[in-house]
């Protein structure tokens, strides 16, 4: 069987006539049944995508497909996709499914994408190693004793392992990034607004960005113009025009390029790590670009600032799991109130309910003040330090995670430890900057190393071609 | 408690009251805004409150807050932040309530009443802000659970919040029968407060006479007429007296007031209130009130019921009594508005509307939106009785109701279908008269010995005989000179 790594080479067989959608269908099921044991997919959607590729099989014939026609997606457990279950990887939306299409699956579907399945991923996207799913962990393909990263494990496990050509995710604090560099594959985090939120399940609604997995630029810049742009239902999308980021892979010239020199200073850095970053900034350099080492002191606020507020908003964006209306509700209630608790105490997993508890104490009358206004001042100085940075040089770099992929098991003890793993992500997230994790090397476990590159906001284009080159 | 014991104190109110906005649809959902539809019928996955749904504002809902903080002289908001009120209840499917905090979108302004104590007064407003209706909770006889209904739920409403100017229970009824008045003129609520588009609740407090330190507050709820407030202000004013007066502390709470024992009972304490975490709602963009939206509200804003009163009364010279009347409601005062461009008599125009047009209206049960006459026709009616051709209670007894039942024929075709005219032939006039000063000489005796105003009592005798048709002005000549051929 003909094995697919991008959508450039199912488009040449589907050119040539060497493969019919049905056969690329046929490919990644075989591949998911083969690697079940990763516990990427929560759901393969094994007939209605074999019934669509023979569908737009007829319309390629007719002349008549879309731009995706032949692309294979794997949607994160948090996106609606109307009469498919939607669970975010938790017991308490037991058995709900979906009755509308998220606006960014609604765009593949009109470009005749086949949607293959729901992947696994933390419990409504909390977390930083796949370990908080309802539904166990999911291994990384590499080594399968280490973690994927986290929140969109599955998501980057099923583009590094080929079970689907491309794979949404979302990132609120690097759910696409982080795993994306643990499982040596690209994923973006574009700028916050670019893609409509309408239909992806809410996290913390100020950071949350919808993005992409994939094995090549091309197939990643690709996927995100087709979803990125104005939607009606949410007013907080840019209506700015979306460019062909696909078409402009080519990066023209020399780059000014910054990288924080508290970065290299960090305490949880690896030392492997560091090395890789050296070596690459050499590489830059070699290459003809001006790198230059910035400070910005604002570094180590960035994650205390981020996890106030992601806690505050997600705190009152998970309060419509009750039990009343939809999903899980406690078989051991005895009145309203104990509806809610038992409800919300058995349904929602540890993590989340931490996350919960959190955000509803820094937004409580006593320390509100302390905390969210503070956190809210801090994040204006964030984003206006990250904006000005990105105006005087044109990218900012720096490793995507402190360490590779860890074991299985080594932080679940520790959440503060797990939430180290987001250091060098929440930045762009806090800024609402477009962020890009690439495959950048192994380390001597053979764990792959990822490099993050930042542009300003709306720069995805340039960020684009520019990793393009870099890969090459 | 006596009387006496009340003067010494003095009421401190303010009132919030809540008004349902009469859009199509709901304020973040395409859901129609509909009162009365079968239950869980108007709800759809953003009122269910489904993950993935995000609000979508309904622009509507601004533009009729605005109208009512135009007609309230309230500085509008030009940015318009929205918030979240967290708290769990079933009836309420986000848990929370997407409203306004720190930027209500109207500040200030005033509600203008008339008082017997006071005169002329305007209670301040505190703010108006937006925000969305919660569901119905529904605890039925022999049903265990309780059923929620959310057709209401996302509905738009504003709150009108006062500040503690109101220093009477007929105060705090002035003020709600005012701001009725006026979303109804607005067109922005239907005010029907047995339905609930219109609610008030009522902080009140009390503190001796000439004190300036308001006593704790208690806050009322639940009062669903104009007379429930004003009972259930002065039911909570007299136990208060009656705690204070018995050396016990008032308790800041929430009471709900039963209107059919009129009493009230406590719900819960402020301590045990909720901690609302407000923050601003990140799932909807902050509105702009842009200069040419406001000026284009401005322009559509109709002349308000206050600002009416005075036109009729220095414009069209009409008592004070009228100008109220007329400038009622809306559709009155459209009504007698287009009356006024098509007839300069205007006191004419306003008895009738006073008269046969308000006592039709009652005898049906109508209202004036349904009135089935066109000004045009009213018009024709005036001018017909200006012009002499029929007289004022032919007209208001007979032809009105005869249009009524056939309102495309004009006035004048069916007064001459129906021979309702008046007879100008003073030859018949003059027979008519002989004969009634011939049956009557005491009369005509009386009258020239000085009885001059036995010429009423003539009049009358005449319009009997002419069943009403007589031209009054020609009828009284010919009376005048007969009387002095029959010297």
């Not at chain 2, 407060?193 to 219109?198: C, D, F, N, R, V």
Request: charged share 25%; glycine share 6%.
């Amino acid at each position: 069987m003909k094995r697919f790594r991008s959508f450039a080479q199912i488009q040449k067989s589907l050119n040539e006539k060497n493969a019919s959608c049905l056969d690329v269908v046929n490919y990644y099921l075989a591949q998911i049944n083969q690697r079940k044991h990763l516990n990427a997919f929560l759901e393969v959607f094994d007939q209605e995508a074999k019934d669509r590729a023979v569908q737009i099989d007829q319309k390629i014939q007719a002349g008549k497909a879309g731009r995706l026609a032949g692309m294979v997606v794997g949607l994160k457990d948090v996106f609606c996709y109307q009469g498919h279950k939607l669970q975010a990887a938790s017991k308490i939306l037991e058995d709900f499914e979906s009755q509308f299409t998220a606006t960014c699956v609604q765009r593949l579907l009109d470009e005749d994408a086949i949607i293959i399945g729901r992947l696994n991923c933390d419990e409504f996207a909390m977390g930083s190693s796949n370990e908080n799913s309802a539904f166990g962990p999911v291994l990384n393909a590499e080594n399968e004793n280490r973690v994927p990263g986290g929140s969109s494990g599955g998501s980057a496990v099923a583009v590094q392992a080929n079970l689907c050509t491309v794979a949404l995710g979302s990132d609120t604090g690097g759910s696409i990034r982080q795993p994306a560099a643990f499982c040596g594959v690209i994923g973006i985090k574009p700028t916050y607004s670019r893609v409509s939120r309408y239909g992806l399940l809410a996290y913390a609604s100020s950071f949350d960005t919808i993005g992409v997995f994939s094995n090549t630029i091309e197939d990643n810049a690709l996927a995100l113009e087709i979803m990125a742009g104005k939607d009606d239902f949410d007013s907080t999308v840019s209506s700015r025009p979306v460019p062909e980021y696909h078409k402009k892979l080519g990066f023209e010239g020399k780059a000014k390029i910054a990288y924080l020199k508290e970065t290299l200073e960090s305490e949880g850095l690896n030392d492997e790590v560091r090395q890789n970053f050296i070596d690459t900034i050499d590489r830059l350099k070699e290459e003809g670009h001006e790198v230059e080492a910035v400070d910005f002191p604002l570094l180590k606020y960035a994650l205390p600032t981020y996890y106030i507020l992601i806690t505050a908003e997600s705190s009152s964006n998970l309060s419509r799991y009750d039990g009343v209306r939809y999903g899980y509700r406690s078989p051991n209630t005895l009145n309203m109130e104990s509806m809610y608790k038992k409800s919300r105490s058995e349904g929602f997993g540890e993590e989340v309910q931490r996350r919960i508890m959190l955000g509803t104490f820094v937004l409580s009358a006593s320390y509100y003040d302390a905390f969210y206004t503070k956190a809210q001042k801090v994040r204006r100085l964030i984003k206006n330090k990250v904006q000005d940075l990105l105006e005087t040089h044109g990218f900012l770099v720096m490793p995507t995670t402190p360490t590779t992929a860890f074991e299985l098991g080594s932080h679940t003890q520790n959440p503060l430890e797990m939430y180290l793993a987001d250091l060098f992500t929440v930045q762009a997230s806090v800024a609402g900057v477009p962020s890009i994790s690439i495959p950048n090397g192994k380390d001597s476990d053979g764990m792959p190393f990822g490099l993050q590159i930042m542009a300003n906001f709306f720069e995805e284009e340039k960020l684009y071609a520019f990793s393009n080159t870099m890969l090459k | 408690m006596g009387m006496q014991n009340r003067d010494q104190y003095e009421i401190v109110v303010g009132l919030e009251i809540h008004a349902q906005l009469a859009t199509e649809s709901k304020i973040y959902a395409a859901d129609a805004n509909l009162y009365g539809n079968e239950p869980n019928t108007n709800v759809s996955v953003i009122t269910l409150a489904h993950p993935g749904t995000m609000p979508k504002l309904n622009k509507k809902v601004m533009e009729y807050a605005i109208k009512m903080g135009l007609a309230c002289q309230s500085n509008i908001t030009r940015l318009n932040i929205f918030c979240r009120k967290n708290y769990f209840y079933p009836d309420s499917p986000k848990g929370f309530q997407l409203t306004q905090d720190k930027t209500p979108i109207c500040v200030g302004g005033k509600i203008d009443i008339n008082t017997p104590t006071r005169g002329e007064i305007g209670i301040r407003l505190n703010r108006i802000h937006i925000e969305e209706d919660a569901g119905k909770s529904i605890h039925q006889a022999n049903e265990k659970d309780t059923l929620i209904d959310l057709n209401r739920a996302g509905v738009p409403l504003i709150e009108i919040v006062t500040e503690p100017d109101i220093r009477s229970s007929e105060e705090a009824a002035a003020v709600v029968t005012e701001v009725r008045k006026i979303v109804r003129f607005l067109g922005i609520c239907d005010g029907n407060m047995e339905e609930g588009s219109l609610r008030c609740d009522a902080n009140v407090s009390i503190m001796p006479r000439g004190s300036d330190r308001f006593g704790n507050k208690v806050e009322l709820k639940n009062m669903n007429s104009i007379r429930n407030v004003k009972n259930a202000i002065d039911h909570e004013v007299d136990r208060q007296i009656q705690l204070v007066e018995s050396g016990e502390k008032i308790i800041s709470e929430t009471r709900t007031y039963n209107p059919n024992t009129g009493e009230s009972q406590g719900m819960r304490t402020k301590e045990e209130l909720n901690d609302y975490r407000y923050f601003p709602e990140p799932d909807l963009s902050p509105v702009e009130v842009k200069e040419e939206w406001l000026e284009q509200i401005r322009k559509d804003m109709p002349v308000l019921p206050a600002e009416l009163k005075v036109k009729y009364m220095e414009e069209y010279q009409l008592p004070e009594y009228d100008a109220s009347f007329l400038s009622e409601t809306r559709a009155i005062s459209d009504f007698f508005n287009e009356l006024c461009q098509l007839t300069t008599n205007y006191k004419a125009a306003s008895n009738w509307m006073m008269g046969p047009v308000k006592s039709w209206l009652n005898e049906q049960g109508a209202d004036m939106a349904t009135f089935p006459l066109t000004a045009t026709r009213m018009a024709e009616l005036i001018s017909l009785i200006n012009d002499g051709k029929v007289n004022f209670t032919i007209a208001s007894q007979q032809l009105f109701k005869a249009m009524i039942a056939e309102p495309e024929t004009s006035a004048e075709k069916l007064a001459k279908k129906l021979k309702l005219t008046v007879q100008k032939d003073s030859g018949f006039l003059e027979e008519v008269v002989d004969e009634i000063l011939k049956s009557n000489p005491d009369k005509v005796k009386a009258y020239h010995n000085g009885k001059k105003n036995l010429i009423g009592m003539f009049m009358g005798e005449l319009m009997k005989e002419t069943k009403g048709k007589a031209d009054p002005k020609t009828a009284k000549e010919t009376i005048l000179k007969k009387l002095e051929q029959h010297k």
